[in-house]
């Protein structure tokens, strides 16, 4: 069995049972699938078929070390958000001409252990940036490869906390503005301009937003070819969400061929960044009942061993995640709200949840719980 799936009366992950691994190791923690991290990458990377691109597995979704090195193996490069994500994408084994450098706010200390490394790019996110980036690379006599990171003020329709494409968002590069950058790239001789990047959300849950923006990055594609300063490649960046809740979303056929439709006029390959859809579904937080005590007339409370130091997604969007006793108990179904042991009285990890009976030393699984645990 591939993923989370009921045996008997245990929920097992690739076929182990979570029980016994919660026996062996203890609570709280996290287990995850191998075999559905495979199955989700692929997919990706089997939907763009013959159009030329690269997937660059997003480390801030999950930097679990085993997990970046499953997918450097299969044949992703990787997309890293600090200095720390790249030195754990090269323990991974990733070359430091398959790692993209981005983040709104690289330090100087960063920029300066990045430089030196031949990244694919380090995809800058304004003109001050950029000129850090040029000054550090004259200094070591380099030239450093850059993305310029627009913002084309595109609303992804996501939680405004993880909107990143709208002009009001700290991210990017107004197109109008990054024009007028453009227009200085040609006798800059320590920068080598590689791409455009726009990233415009996470969680994403329509193919609209990210066409759109894709249309974008195309249309920059042309004028800069005319200016004389040909691309390598696009950076679409990632953003694909998946379902917590059972709603559907688009497939990785639907997102590649939105993608691929918006830019195949330009014939650049294209680079995307996916993270929470391919490590998203296939986490689960394993945690344990450590108390019971009345709520309501009708519900209760069900303090667990893992909250918002384990999972801070339910605190910080009201973020849902699927709940489930690892061992079902019989009995009529009870109305709980399942919050963690932290002093904070936003420490919820479900509310109003209705479950089959709970007892103290219950185990339960927090499901899609890959991404931003």
Known sequence: MIGFARAADDLVCDGVS???????????????????????????????????????YALKANSTLAIARLLRELGSAADANSIWEIELARKAGFPASAIVFTGVGKSAAELECAVPLGLKAINVESAGELARVEAIAERLGRTS???????????????????????VNKFGIPI???????????????????????????????????ARAA???????????????????LDLGG??????????????????????????????????????????????????VIDIKPRTGDSDFAVLDAGMTELLRPALYGAYHAIEPLRPRTGRNKQYELVGPVCESSDI???DRRLPPLEVGDLVAIRDAGAYG
Do not use: C, W
Request: zero cysteines.
């Open 18 to 56: 979570l029980s016994a691994i919660a026996l062996a190791e203890g609570t709280p923690l996290y287990v995850y699938s191998a075999a559905m991290l495979r199955e989700r990458y692929q997919a990706i990377d089997r939907a763009f078929g013959s159009y030329p691109h690269a997937l660059h």
């Open 145 to 167: 490869r850059v993305a310029i990171r627009i913002n084309p003020d595109i609303d992804a329709n996501s939680h405004p906390h993880i909107s990143t494409g709208l002009k």
């Open 176 to 210: 109008d503005e990054a024009r007028a950058l453009f227009a200085t790239l040609g006798g800059r001789r320590a920068l080598k301009l590689v791409a455009i990047h726009v990233h415009v959300g996470s969680q994403i849950t329509t193919t609209e937003p990210l």
């Open 215 to 233: 249309a974008r990055v195309a249309e920059l594609a042309e004028e800069l070819k005319a200016l004389g300063l040909p691309l390598e490649y």
């Open 239 to 288: 953003g694909l969400g998946i379902s917590y809740d059972g709603r559907v979303v688009p497939t990785a056929e639907e997102y590649a061929a939105a993608l691929v439709d918006a830019v195949r006029p330009t014939g650049l390959p294209i680079v995307v960044e996916p993270g929470r859809a391919i490590a998203g579904a296939a986490g689960a937080l394993v945690s344990r």
């Open 349 to 351: 990890v479900g509310r």
